[in-house]
């Protein structure tokens, strides 16, 4: 404290606060060191209340901490600062403009309140793109007319193609396992009651009503719901989208009707190829524990109907269309830049996968009202 | 046919794009939006087009009001910065797909095409080109093949969004004569957008100065450089003088 005492030419030399027009004058005086401000630091930004004006012409000297006084003076109360000698003037311009940065770092951190807020914002307003989407496919689909306006059915088959039976393959060997895993899985704890031969009912039933059409429904996510968002995001990346809207297409009924159509369509061929291969898996299982194909075949017959694989089928064209929707949307709503493209991909699997569970809930739902 | 600019806003979000944005462009004349980069002078040229859509203002082709129209429904012919070829079609495919995807109706036949597409090769002079695909071209002769893309479709107006931005500084000079040279033969009504004054003064008919989304000076070359509308004109004329084309 030595230094301080030494230097300590008392408060009221440096600052005399009077008051001014409508607030109050501060009158700064003598050496601005740092051991000044730090006497005064507090009593001068404490009076600094309305409309402030600071009179600095007797100012002797002033380095950073003095600047740094007039510098939060001049911002907490938007006072003006007079008569600074030039060559202080000078110091005190270096600081000038510092407050403004410290202003945006004040910029408050999201409360996990807003954060949900903001996430559920964003949610809507996808949901509400979903809708609009949904309300021009079926204007497509209702308007469709000859000229550059028909419906390309090249297209339709060419995806069909890529859509369906390249993916025979892979749609095969998942239900194929997925039914022989269920068999395997259930056939112990139904011996135990005797009844081993009610695997076929619920391989059967759980393949043709609900894990045939997720399964293919996933699958067409995974590999075609991704290539319609990469290939439209690509175009969509390079102006490709605005160079086809300027030569007289219009991309929905270009791009995207084709693709979607080639979704419902295809999408219930392979629930059919899914369930049979899926019971195939089952009675796989089942012959390898020795029952009889004629008896298999008796049970599976008298377990499922053909309201049960209509059932199957309906979710099949629903999903379809979801899955080539939601792949097509997610394109065309693809960003600039290099990794919107990945951006848009993932996202167009992600979002269909969570609808195809969320539509099949529906499904199962009303389904059960309506006893179907 | 001529286009008018009517009162024209547009907003990004908080930040106004354009502020009531007018002028006219006459039948057969070529315009430069100049401006420097944010300018809003791309954003214009893309509302006229029909890729964005403004919140207030009109766009008339003629005298049809095309506001509510889409790009397709305009049908002008637009040429990208970045070319925007279709990467899977070859050259000749690329010039031929705005003939081949007509109604039937109005669709020519495989020798008019054929013809048709030959023309505009030849008028590009990239004819022995046709059968690459565009990766296998240079930026100058892809740009070119774009002109050509567009001008297939026969539009009755030319937009070009800085046609030559991406390309190094003699072939810019080359297609910049190109580019005039083939607008007084044709006499196809054009707007081009360039930040490049010299560019502009060189090839344009009239010049329109944007600067934040607003006109500040329409005339021809002469007249905007001896005298220069406000400060900003001349400051942006002046800075531009000094500075090395890139």
Known sequence: ?372 | MSIQIRNISKNFGKFAALKDVSFDVGSGELVALLGPSGSGKTTLLRVTAGLEFAEKGKILYGIKDVTERSAYQRKAGFVFQHYALFQHLNIFENVAFGLRVRKRSERPSEPQIRARVEQLLDTVQLREFAKRVPAQLSGGQRQRIAFARALAIEPEVLLLDEPFGALDAKVRKELRHWLRNFHDTTHLTSVFVTHDQEEAFEVADRVVIIDKGVVQQIGTPNEVRENPANRFVEEFLDLGRDSVPV
């Not at chain 1, 069909?160 to 393959?169: D, I, M, P």
């Not at chain 1, 009651?193 to 059409?213: I, K, Q, S, T």
């Not at chain 1, 996933?218 to 690509?234: K, N, P």
């Open chain 1, 1 to 372: 404290m030595r230094l301080g005492c030494a230097h300590m030419a008392g408060v009221e030399d440096l600052l005399k606060v009077e008051p001014g027009e409508g607030g109050v004058r501060l009158v700064l005086s003598g050496r601005l060191d740092a051991d000044a401000v730090a006497d005064i630091w507090n009593e001068a930004l404490g009076a600094a209340r309305g409309k402030v004006t600071v009179d600095a012409s007797a100012v002797e000297y002033c380095d950073g901490a003095g600047s740094a006084l007039l510098c939060e003076l001049r911002r907490r109360a938007g006072g003006k600062i007079t008569g600074l000698r030039p060559e202080i003037a000078r110091v005190f311009e270096l600081f000038e403009g510092d407050e403004e940065p410290e202003d945006k770092s004040r910029k408050p951190v999201d409360s996990p309140l807003e954060s949900i807020g903001r996430v559920g914002a964003e949610f809507f307003e996808d949901l509400r793109d979903q809708v609009a989407f949904l309300g021009e496919m079926v204007v497509v689909f209702a308007t469709f007319r000859g000229g550059a306006q028909r419906l390309r059915w090249n297209d339709v088959w060419i995806t069909f193609e890529r859509a369906g039976v390249q993916a025979l393959l892979v749609v095969g060997l998942i239900s194929f396992l997925t039914g022989l895993i269920m068999a395997f899985q259930a056939a112990p704890p139904l011996r135990q009651f005797g009844v081993d031969l009610f695997v076929v009912n619920l391989v059967g039933l759980a393949m043709v009503r609900e894990l045939g059409p997720i399964m293919t429904a996933i699958v067409l996510a995974g590999r075609s719901g991704s290539a319609f968002a990469a290939e439209i995001g690509t175009m969509k990346v390079n102006e490709e989208i605005n160079a086809l809207n300027t030569m007289g297409l219009d991309p929905a009924r270009f791009l995207v009707a084709p693709r979607v159509l080639a979704g419902i369509l295809v999408t219930p061929f392979l629930i059919v190829y899914a369930d049979l291969l899926g019971v195939a898996g089952g009675f796989l299982v089942m012959l390898m524990r020795g029952f009889p194909t004629a008896a298999l075949w008796q049970q599976l017959t008298s377990a499922i109907s053909v309201h049960d694989v209509m059932a199957g089928l309906i979710k099949g064209f629903v999903f379809g269309a979801l899955v080539a929707g939601m792949g097509c949307l997610r394109g065309l709503q693809t960003k600039e830049g290099a990794s919107a493209v990945g951006v848009s991909t993932t996202s167009s699997v992600v979002s269909s996968i969570f609808l195809i569970v969320v539509v099949d809930a529906i499904f199962a739902v009303v389904y059960y009202v309506i006893g179907f």
